[in-house]
């Protein structure tokens, strides 16, 4: 991809995310479910958590996707082929971006490979030159859930990039306060003094925004930096999240996809969690946002 050529044009993404979703709305392609959101308060940071008003269109909807599946057997693949209706852009000549048919978030974006490859495998050179291609023109938090107990919901690789701020109100990210704490020394990783799990954390330099191919393979060795601090090596990819804005990165190992019946992903160390009722709402009051991510990641 060093030699490869991005086919992205620029200045043209944000604005084809906002006329494909219009579209993708009207033409029933796009099914967002509606929520509900409040700030629940632990250890100094205002976790976000929204509750889902209605799972019956998206249960409904996986249902009859599962029926297209050629045998029953055949695990289905939504991206293969991908539907037309949520295409944004062609990104480069190995990825490609949709629209998140379920959406929790306005303009929740797929960066997907477009052949396949197992979403626990190790991010690439080409990766994040996709990853950076589509931040130069959408602001936004990028992440990467490393296999099903990391919250992946789908096996074809793909990275996931929601607009910032994350809430109508208050910081980008709940998590930035903790991020002003981050003192750094000989290595590009360190860790966050608040937040209680293996973690590491790095800057990134926003201005390579301007050069998506040139800056992809620093930002590659520092993602081998990373997973190396927190004890995960080059031959497997293990479960964890990676979340990454213009301006940092930050990888959790994940020992658990849930806490009880709450499911995390990246976006819960982000401080924006998900629950679907009343009950887990209940759950994640009573044991803290912050404990729940500690029970998830890797002590």
């Known amino acids: 991809m060093a030699q490869g050529k991005i086919l992205l044009k620029p200045d043209t993404l944000w604005t084809s995310v906002k006329e494909r979703t219009e579209y993708a709305?009207?033409?029933g392609a796009l099914l967002s479910i509606p929520t509900e959101f409040e700030f629940v308060e632990q250890d100094g940071v205002r976790f976000l958590v929204r509750i889902l008003s209605n799972l019956n269109r998206k249960k409904a909807a996986k249902e009859?996707?599962?029926k297209q599946s050629p045998t029953s057997s055949e695990e289905f693949n939504p991206f293969l082929p991908y539907e037309e209706d949520l295409f944004v852009a062609d990104i480069s000549n190995t990825h490609l971006c949709i629209l998140n048919k379920f959406n929790v978030v306005d303009y929740h974006l797929l960066i997907i490979t477009r052949g396949f490859e197992e979403q626990e495998s190790l991010l690439t050179l080409e990766d994040f030159t996709a990853m950076w291609a589509c931040m130069a023109d959408f602001d936004g938090l990028a992440f990467y859930n490393?296999?099903?107990s990391a919250g992946a919901s789908q096996r074809h690789k793909h990275l996931q990039l929601v607009p910032l701020p994350l809430a109508?109100?208050?910081l980008q990210i709940p998590i930035e306060a903790l991020l002003t704490s981050?003192?750094?020394?000989?290595?590009?990783a360190t860790t966050l003094a608040k937040l209680p799990f293996v973690h590491a954390f790095a800057p990134l330099n926003s201005n390579w925004v301007r050069s998506p191919l040139a800056v992809?393979?620093?930002t590659l060795e520092i993602y081998h930096t990373l997973r190396h601090a927190v004890g995960l090596d080059d031959k497997q990819s293990g479960a964890y999240n990676l979340l990454a804005t213009r301006e940092w990165m930050l990888i959790v190992p994940r020992s658990q996809e849930h806490f009880q019946s709450i499911s995390?992903?990246?976006l819960g160390f982000a401080g924006a969690l998900l629950v679907r009722n009343a009950a887990e709402m209940e759950i994640l009051k009573t044991q803290g946002p912050m404990t729940i991510l500690k029970n998830v990641a890797v002590s």
């Open 25 to 27: 709305l009207q033409c």
């Open 64 to 66: 009859r996707q599962e």
């Open 146 to 148: 490393s296999g099903k």
């Open 168 to 170: 109508p109100s208050g």
């Open 182 to 188: 981050a003192q750094f020394q000989n290595s590009n």
């Open 216 to 218: 992809a393979q620093e």
């Open 264 to 266: 995390v992903n990246s």
